[in-house]
């Protein structure tokens, strides 16, 4: 059965930290592992990625250094820990696979689909 389900978004105060969770069942649980955001009004981006065959990552420019993806293969999970939240962080945050991409944070190259979870950080 395929699925991914997030979870660990909430509302958190500028400068803080959220960690977010996507629990894949082992059908679901690809190569490629990613987390996006999407805002109102805005387009779906991608944040960060995972190959999860040996975790290599890949990140969005605006997210370095503050986000963190990471993996336990045991569970088919991959994990979102974001630090020094602002409010341009606020977003619903969704979490993706992929067998195979071409390019990690480009969303049209993952197949499977979380129903996302929201992350808030009011200005």
């Known amino acids: 059965r395929v699925q991914l389900v997030e979870s660990g978004g909430g509302s958190v105060q500028a400068g803080g930290s959220l960690r977010l969770s996507c629990a894949a069942s082992l059908y679901t649980y690809r190569n490629y592992m990613g987390w996006f955001r999407q805002a109102p009004g805005k387009e779906r981006e991608g944040v960060a990625a995972?190959?999860?065959?040996?975790?290599?990552?890949f990140y969005a420019d605006s997210v370095k250094g503050r986000f963190t993806i990471s993996q336990d293969n045991a569970k088919n999970t991959v994990y979102l820990q974001m630090n020094s939240l602002q409010p341009e962080d606020t977003a619903m945050y969704y979490c993706?696979?992929?067998?195979?991409?071409?390019?990690?944070?480009?969303?049209?190259?993952?197949?499977?689909w979380g129903q996302g979870t929201q992350v808030t950080v009011p200005s």
């Open positions: 993706a696979a992929a067998s195979v991409v071409r390019l990690p944070l480009r969303r049209y190259e993952y197949n499977y």
């Open positions: 995972i190959y999860t065959p040996d975790g290599s990552t």
